[in-house]
Structure formats: C-alpha cells, structure tokens
C-alpha cells in the first residue's frame, strides 16, 4: 500500500513538475505594468528564445530573414501594396502580407551597404547608402580605397514594376552619403517625385565627387544644406540633385525648449540699426550693448583715451572689424581647422505634404519646415532642447497641430533605459503648433528600465489610425515596441506594448525594434537582430473593438513612415460607435445618452433605405444639440458628422 | 491493484500532456535558425579592419576617458544648471562608448586599453610613453580646470571642452583617409556618430560661451 501511494504521488508530482516547468519556460508573459512591477523586467535572455512581455496586443508572427541576410543588421521597412520592403545592411528584403500571420518571402536584392534605408513611389524603389564600403556594384568587399570610383554615397533607384525582381536601375551620388531619405510628392508636380536626402556621415573627398566641400564657409560648403534629389517618373535613370537647399542659416542660441529669442529679422534688424552681430557657429548673435561698451572702453584705453565716453569714430571703426576675431578666440573657433560647427545635417526629415510643412530632426534642432515649394524648402520656426537633445525624426499629430521629435541620443547603439538615465534624454519631445511656432508641452519615454545590454532609445514609428485620438505605435530598439496615447500633448500614457529579453544576457549586442508601423490593419516591426514582426491591436480598457476597427477602414496604397499621409476615415458604423466609446470614456456624454445613441446605431445598421438614413437623420439632430452641453463638444460634433455621414452612405 | 495502476497512469497521462500543452504554449513558433545566426554573429567580424581602425578605437577610449574626468568635475566645481546637464550627458553617453570600443577591440583579440584619461601609452625607442590625442588637455588646463569654481568653472569647462570635441573631429578625419578604414559597420557608425554629436556639441558650447562671456541670460 505505501509503495502504491508513494507510485502515485510521484508520478502526481511529476506531474506538477512538468506543469511549473513547463510555466517557467513558456516565452510569453501577458500582462499590465502596475507601480511595482512591469513584466518587462527580467526577462530571459536569448536570439530565438528570449522571454517575451506583451500588453493590449498580440503576436502575429516572427519571421527569420531569408539566409543570406541572417546575422546583418534588419533596419527600416516601407510597404506597397500587399508588400512590406524592409531594409537590411545585406539589401532589401520583400515580404508578402496579405497574411500578417504569415508573412512569405516575395524577394530580396543583395546589395550590402548601411543603412539601406527603403522607400516607394509607384513602380519605384529607394535605397539610401553612407557607408565607406558601400559599392556601386553592390558586390562583397567593401572599399578599400580612400577614393574610389566603386564606391555608392547616396540614393539607388530600383524599379519594382515586377516586385519578385527588382532592377538596380540609377545611383545618384551625394557628398555626405544618405543616412535616411524621404520621398515626397509635390501636389503641383505630377511628372516628378522628390527625394530629401539626409545625409550626416563625413564628407567625402572632392576628388571622388566633384564639388564636396567639408569647409567652413557656408556658401560653398557641404555641410550645411540637404540635398533634393528630383525623379522625373517616365524616366527615373535620369534622376538627380536640383537644389541643396540651406535650411540651416542663422540659427540663434539653444537655450530652452521654446523660441529661439532672434529670427532671422530681429539679426537683420539688429544691423540695420548699426548694432554688433557676430557669427557664432553657423549662426549670428547680436552682441549684447554690455559687452560693446566694455570692448570699446578696452580700445579707448589702450591708445591712452578715458573710456568709451570718449570713443571716436576710428575706435568704433576698429571695434567692428575686430569683433568676430575676438569672439572667434573667446569661443575657441580660432582654433577649428575645420568647418564651423552647428547643425549642418539633418537625421531625418518627416514631410507632411496635405498641410505643406515638414518637420527637420537636424542635430540639436528640431525645425519646422515650409515645403509649399518641394524643391525649395524653408525653414520657419526651430526649437532646441535644454536638456541637450539630438533629434532624430518627427511625426506631427494628423490635424497638424501637434509634432513630436524623438531624441536618439546614443545613436541606437548604446543602453539609454536604464533604470539610471534621466526620463528626459534619449526621449520623445512633443510640442504644439500654434500659428506656424512650436511649443514645448512634454515628453515621453518607455516607462520600463531596460538592461545595460540592451541598446535602447526612442526611435521610429507611426500614427495608428484612431479616429479623433493621437495615438503612435514606437520601436525603441531593444526596450520592445510602445504605443502611446499623445492626444493631450502635455500627457502622453502607454497603452499597449511587446518587449522581448535581450539579444545576449551575457554581453551587449545590438537587436530590437529598428521601426515599427501600422499599415493596413497590423502593425510590423523590423527586429535589428531577430526578423520580422507582425502584431496586432487587442481591446482593452485604452482602446475598444470598435476603435479598432474603425482604425482598419483607414487603407494605404503604400506607406513611407516620412511622408505622412492625411489619415481619412471612410464612413463607417464602427467610427460613429468609436466616438461613442470614446465619450463615454471621457464621461462628456451621459450614460443615458450613450445607451439611446448606441442603441439608435444598431437599429439604423439592422435597416435599410429610407428607414435607415431617417433613423441616422434625426440621431445627427439630436447630437449636434447634444454637442452644445457636452464637456467635448468637438467630440460630439464628430459623433454627430459621423452619423450624418452613414445618413449619405448606400447601405 | 488495478485502481492504483489507472492512477498512476492517469498522473504520467497529466504529465504528459502538461508537457505537450508546454511545447504549444510557447507564442509565434518558428523553426529556431541559431546556427546560422550565431555563425552569422560570428561573421560580424567578417569587414576587414587596418591599423588606423584599431589605433582609432583605442585612442578615442582615453579621449574619452579624460572627457569624462573633466566633466566628472562639475559637481564638485559648483557648476551651473546648464554646464550640470551637459557634463552630466558627456558622462553617460562616453562611458558607454568606451565600452562598445573596448568591446570590438576584445571581438578582434586586441589589447584593450584601460582608459588613461592622459592619452596613449607608447613605447618609443623603448621608452614608454604616454602620448595625449588631438585636442586633449595639457597638465596645465587640466589644474586650471580643477582649480576653478563657479562661474569661471563653466567657461574654462566649454573652452576646453570645445579644444578637446575638436580633437575627436580631427581624430575621425584622420581615420576616413586612411586607406581600409572605417568599412567595419561598427568603427563607420562610432565614427560617425561621435563626429556629428560632438560637432553638435561644439555649436551648441560656443553659443553658451559666448552667452556667458557677454552676460545674456
């Protein structure tokens, strides 16, 4: 008998074993961060096999790159149709996602280089290329030389008219390479598309392209501009540079998140009026009248006058030829055998052609630009981080009045979410626009520490469609994917996130989300180390089914992160109820209300025809009445649009 | 008996299945492609690298190295606010590099120097010397900068700061013309990020200098 119970338990027990075994090894943690614990925290390491942490969303898949491109560097992703094109330093990689769940290799083009950035325009492919030993040829080894006709700074044009083989058709060179590029089209220029080329490694020489210059003045210098490259679609080999516009002139001193005191006319106006203006950097300062006078009195003295009270004119003469050579000493420029310093590249430019402004994430500036003329940007307002920012890119909120620049401080190299760095560096900084200006409202970053193996900061992402919210799905390299609500811009809040253990537990190793963006109904990431992601949104407290699937109405033909699109939502009864769901959230509707309009959508789905627009006719009566008490009046107002708009529709 | 038999049966069945729900617990399965992604790995090493390229990372490991010991001065040396975030970024974001140098120099069976924030040891002539790189501070600007407080703490910090930024500019030109160099992904990448975020820095130095030396706010 006690041998009977003893063969029982132990294999009851064995049982159980196997069971927490079996709970200690399972990958997927899913569940919410609290104030003590968030389950990204310690989980295990691994390249195939880490622990993994997800929250209000699922994984749809992960997917190996295609053997050749193992073990190189994944980096950004465009998409086409039903295609994701991501990039990878071995060359592009095609991936058919008409199955998020199961994406299928289409195509790839060896072509190594970094960072391979893609994007699309129609039946066209770019590739943007920096790397010393990127070739023309797009062959293996590198080159060697310093200058060398082999080698490819700049942006490949490939036609993808058959997409399963893709043809390596221009190159065009620049003087910096292309670190990134954004495509964008001129609504006034059907014939052409164009490129801004962003390009921040060093010059190269001038005797392997004709007219680099890594000089200090600006007129003729490399550094200081961005290059526009222009494509005319019916004959894309004759693609080339049109203008190098210099977006970077007289940029005033980075003190503070707000406006730069000066612009461009105070300086003008400054001179105008006889004051002293130097150059500092790449920018002119006004002189304060402080240290004018103390110049001058030094000049005065040392030829035996009083003080500045008894300046003559020489002695103004000689202070305003001076002046530059003694800040230029005072400031250390004298000593710069090379060119002035200052912001004279820029990351990334996001383009956000339907409201013709763009925003520039250049060195430690993050500008808003005017792109009415594409060939012709200018600049119109700067902003600069007093907590010493290096701005990487920038997505503006769908209306446009909202922009945030992520901080990619590090360069996407270096472990910046340690429990030890600072909230504020390596961050998000969002601002609104108010009359063409920026302003400062907060910041953002990934609310869980990450380990020093693990390269992580802000990085790319993009808008998910959700109606009447600004809401962005982020890859913070290793620190996982982030989806954050920004609608009021001083308050940013995680909803929803996916995290995996490092690459390597034991030492770091570079892996994680490079970009991550929503395109047509699920999210892709392109995972540095590890492949190719797909994740969908799930509902929760922070988003509902109906925002989801109202989100899913929103279709792209293609999707370049860097040129937003104006999102639209098509009418729909999943909008009208998102709305619903969301003032019932914010509480602006009374829960009366939300019950009669919820139900009154559900009547007018079940009938048709006239029934069915009367039934939405006087439901849009009513909340537009509604609208007038509510506490988001606007957003009732949306509500009552949405309704109208199903009215309109043909069952 | 039997009753006892269909127990223990039923338990090795439980374990069984426990063991088989585990295998399909696990999210997303794939075929796991570790080999060839840790021959890959591997193969990182595959970019051929020169002598400019190691003299470049283990010379930049003690630039660094006495950047982070001036700007470890602030505190100390009554720094401003803005002087305060400044060094405070300088610190964070340099020792992690010197790691990621040390690191490829470890990958590539090099020595790994042990950052000497006085420069490079060298033997010349059989002698050992220690050879400072460009832009690094003299003994003597490195006592006047420990021997400052205050608000002269802040300027002679930018002005040196600026000279040594400088150094690591000139440091990244002289390895990008050197015949081989700079093709390994990880030296073009340090290489370029340094050269553009301590360009940056510098711009950003000479405006708060200036600012200072004229009393604007």
Redesign the interface.
Known sequence: MVV?HK??FL??A??LI??G??AK????VSSAPTPNRDPRVGLRGG???AG?ATWNLK??????PP?RF????NSDITFTGNYAIQGN?NGPVIWDISNPAQPKLKASYYCPA?QNDVSVFKNLMFVSA????SRLDCADG?????VSRDRMRGIRVFDISDITSPKYIASVQTCRGSHTHTVVEDPKDKENVYIYVSG???VRSPNELAGCLNAGQEENSSLFRIEVIKVPLANPTAAAIVSRPRIFQNLT???SHGLAPDDIAAVQAAKARGEFV?R????E?V??G??TRQLLDSIVKARGGAGAAAATAADTATLRSGIQAY?DR????Q?????R?????CHDITVYPSLGLAGGAC??YGLLLDISDVANPVRIDQVAD???A?WHSATFNNDGTAILFSDE???G????CRAS??KE?GADAIFTIENRKMKFKSYYKLPAPQTAVENCVAHNGSLIPIPGRDVMVQGWYQGGISIFDWTDPANPKEIAFHDRGPVDST???MGGSWSVYWYNGAMFSSEI?RGFDAFELTPSEFISQNEIDAAKTVHFDYFNAQGQPKLVWPPSFALARSYVDQLERNKCLSSARISAVRQGLDNAEKASGSARSTALNQMTTQLESDARGSCDGARVQKLAAAVKDLANVLP | MIRTHNRSRAAALLATVALVACSSATVGSRQASMSPAEKARADSTKWPYTKADIDFMSGMIHHHAQAIEMAKLAPTNGAGSSVSILTGRVINAQTDEIHVMQQWLGERNQPVPEPNPKGMKMVMDGVEHVMPMPGMLTDAQMDTLKAARGKDFDQYFLRYMIQHHQGAVTMVKTLISSRGAALDETVFKVASDINVDQETEIARMQKMLFNMLTDKP
Do not use: H
């Not at chain 1, 090894?25 to 997927?28: A, H, I, L, V």
């Not at chain 1, 193992?70 to 560097?73: L, Y």
């Not at chain 1, 310093?341 to 590249?345: A, F, K, R, T, W």
């Open positions: 009977t063969a029982r294999t009851l064995l049982g196997a069971l075994a079996c090894s399972s990958s997927t390249q195939d096999n993994e994984v749809m898949s992960k997917t190996s053997q193992v073990g190189a560097t330093y970094s920096e790397a010393y030993n590198g080159v060697p030389d310093s921040s490694a060093p001193a980075p003190t130097v500092i950097g790449n920018s300062q002189v304060g402080n240290f800040v005072m400031v250390g420029a000593n710069s055998s090379g060119p310093p200052g912001p004279s590249q060195g430690g007093s907590n010493f290096y401080w590090g360069g190299g270096a472990p910046k760095d600072p560096w030492r770091f190793t180390a």
